[in-house]
């Protein structure tokens, strides 16, 4: 009945009102459109969601937590009726849902056709005779951030060939070179480093439609955390703060909250699953993994059986999940940087993007804790930074920290010869003493000094000890690090020679 209606409604209007049916217009994705916007809207008010479509086409957004989500639904709407990624756009400008920050956001407007289009699992199309037909999954090209959503989960299980397999667009991050759009990111470190309150403030700007949060550019959408480990009254009370450091009076729409405190792991799992697909949720925050796990954390059959069963049906709705972690103390000897998780490493080997968080300068009132980036399955790692939280009864703050040389020359996410240019920019020193600071190898320095005398980065000063010489440089870290060899100019080029773990 619906299909035999939507065909009679398509051909009315075509029939009536021919004269108004304009161009189709042309592809944004390489997806031409069979229909006229004209035609989708006459196909859309036929269909069996005809009145959720005439109250988000007419601007009404009462169903929905924020505008972003009544965005979100209407672009999921019509999506099934057109994967041309112009006119999605050009049909939501003749909405009355249409607003300044989609006009003049392009990476908004992009990201909410990216994740309608991701989300699609049938779409519309004609046959010869105008009947109504549902393509559905495998012979759909649909463009998406990951092919996860259309190639994993409940699909048919079959050889395709490379050559007929949709090429993806550009690859997506919530945060720049480091939260990964649809896949998992852990952060983890030392208990007091502020982790829960990092991902916190996180999730405000993500949710908050921050144009970038510490100096990294944000793709926003509506954000759920769930909470393993602390009450709702504690955590409204750190969003609120948050908030407050940032000039806002309340936390973002878009922001929702979850505690799982009393509720097996199994359950909360589901019930953050079902509200994701409710409110069109891009990002969940799971705090933290130890009592979410509710198994041994050294056990690799507790660690994947938990990825599967609890972490993957998330991906497959392409949802992006940040896993807030622990790790175990320092045993003497040990380098705070070599500490991974705490537990099995299948904890981050099944995750796409490791960060460790490390306390450097607690102070009165305020905290600096420096993220570096451990693994990178898709791309270098990110150059590691700093951000100190300041601290109020009221507000709680975030500032981005550059990390100077003698900092960056102790990362271990640097390579050997970076760390050695970096130590020397303090002044002349001995390879031993090198080796101290940047907590390599005496022979790894070495070999490093090598390779940069051949360059004529290094010179000897003339100072033997020990029947070894004092070097120094002999042009200063910042040109031999970042010099752009294609324009002369000064950029950060040190990235490109890091290889991801």
Known sequence: ?????????????????AEHVGKRPASANGHHSELTNEEIIALVKGAKNAAKFEALWGGDTSGYASPSEADQALISLLAFYTQDETQLDSLYRSSGLCREKWLKRSGYRRGTIEKALSNLTETYTSSDDGARMVVRNGHTTLPSPSLYKVEGRGRKLEAVRFSEMVVPGPRR????????????TLLYGDGGVAKSLLALALAVAVAGDFEEWLGHKVESCSVLYVDFELDSEEQARRVHQLCRGQGFDTPPESLLYMSALGHPAREAFAAALEACKEHGVGLVVVDSLGPALQGDA?????VIGFFQKSIEPFRAEGIAVLIID??????????????????????TNLARSVIQAQATEPGEGTL?????????????????FGVKLSFTEEAVSLEAVQLDASELAEEATLNATDRVKLALENGPAFPWEIAEHTGLAVKTVKNALTGLRKQEV????????????????SVPASLSLYRDAGTGMIAISTRNERSSS
């Open 173 to 184: 991050y919530l945060l720049k070179d480091l939260v990964l759009a649809a896949y998992v």
């Open 298 to 302: 050294e056990a690799a059959r507790d």
């Open 368 to 384: 600096t804790v420096r993220l570096r980036q451990k693994k990178h399955n898709f791309g270098p790692l990110a150059e590691p």
């Open 326 to 347: 622990h790790q175990s103390r320092l045993q003497q000897g040990q380098s705070y940087q070599s500490k991974g998780a705490f537990g099995s490493v299948f904890k």
């Open 1 to 17: 009945m619906i299909r035999e209606r939507s065909q009679e409604l398509g051909t009315f209007y075509t029939r009536h009102f």
């Open 458 to 473: 290094v010179e000897p000063t003339g100072e033997v000890e020990n029947r070894t010489e004092q070097v120094r440089l």
